[in-house]
């Protein structure tokens, strides 16, 4: 069963699905998973990866009536894009690379982002897993039968 709040995840999904060479971005993303369980520190590859967790739901205007039938929420989301260093240890700039196209991608999405603060996480102990980390909002609305 599909609800509002979980459309709108899937219509993010499935755009960030198209960073591809093919369409244009200078990398190709391997996957991209949702879910509150989907973390990128957690994904065992392919990379680059790309992942979505809800993390709150909130009202956008901060209270509901009682009896309120249309309700407008504001879900916040993770997005964590994570790739494997390389060899080379050039992960600072693949880094960069994955996060413009990330930034393109969500330019041209066609749903409403709030986005906040990109954080970036290096690699630990070399070889391992670099990745970046963005909060973004999901405005979604609903009507209560």
Not at 2 to 7: G, L, R
Not at 32 to 44: E, F, I, K, P
Not at 56 to 66: F, M
Request: hydrophobic content about 45%.
């Amino acid at each position: 069963m599909s609800t509002p709040a979980t459309t709108a995840l899937e219509a993010l999904k499935t755009h960030l699905a198209g960073i591809t060479t093919v369409n244009g971005y200078a990398i190709t993303v391997a996957s991209v998973t949702s879910g509150r369980s989907a973390l990128a520190l957690d994904t065992a590859g392919p990379f680059p990866a790309i992942t979505l967790t809800p993390t709150q739901d909130a009202p956008a205007e901060g209270l509901l009536q009682p009896g309120q039938r249309y309700q407008a929420w504001n879900r916040t989301v993770i997005l964590e894009a994570a790739l494997l260093e390389s060899a080379d240890g050039e992960w600072d700039a693949e880094l960069d690379t994955l996060w413009d196209a990330l930034r393109t991608a969500l330019g041209r999405y066609t749903g409403i982002l709030v986005w906040g603060p990109v954080e970036f996480v290096s690699p630990q102990e070399g070889g391992g897993i670099c990745l970046l980390r963005l909060p973004l909002t999901l405005p979604y609305s609903l009507i209560v039968e």
